[in-house]
């Protein structure tokens, strides 16, 4: 059994979030589970180190594949870098650029409909609160000009 500490660490590690497919506990609506990365049957602990707080769709699709060969083994969320291994297209799917980056992407199935959609979907908020800023900040130097001109044209009065 996963002591307190332990899951609150994990949690805090992935700050809240999904290590396979990124989904936030805000995005599903509930805590994560925790998944054993090197599975107990296979001599996995319970340890802080081997746990990643996965949602319940990528935990099941994992089950108890880890690959225990250099040629077979999945890539861990924190310890690998993923970006050396897979990258998002445009279209919102994910491209694994190595055989572990397509093993990855094809063992947690991360290219389902509702995560391509996701993507999209966050990718749109991102350029949509860019622009957002972008435009406040243009709206805060206008207001700064205008605010200097107004002083100029008391000055004169």
């Not at 991360?110 to 435009?135: M, Q, Y």
């Amino acid at each position: 059994m996963i002591r307190a500490q332990v899951k609150h660490l994990v949690r805090s590690i992935y700050v809240m979030r999904c290590g396979y497919c990124l989904l936030c506990e805000t995005d599903i609506g509930a805590e994560l589970t925790f998944d054993h990365f090197q599975p107990q049957s296979a001599g996995g602990s319970d340890e802080a180190d081997n746990l990643v707080y996965a949602c319940h769709a990528c935990n099941e699709f994992k089950g108890e594949y880890w690959g225990d060969t250099d040629d077979a083994r999945l890539l861990h969320p924190v310890r690998d870098d993923l970006k050396l291994h897979i990258q998002e297209k445009s279209d919102g799917t994910l491209e694994g650029i190595t055989p572990a980056g397509q093993r990855y992407l094809a063992q947690l199935q991360l290219n389902c409909l509702p995560l391509v959609l996701h993507r999209k979907n966050e990718t749109r908020e991102e350029r949509s609160v860019a622009r957002d800023v972008s435009i406040n900040e243009r709206l805060d130097r206008i207001m700064a000009r205008i605010e200097r001109i107004e002083k100029q044209t008391r000055r004169r009065e």
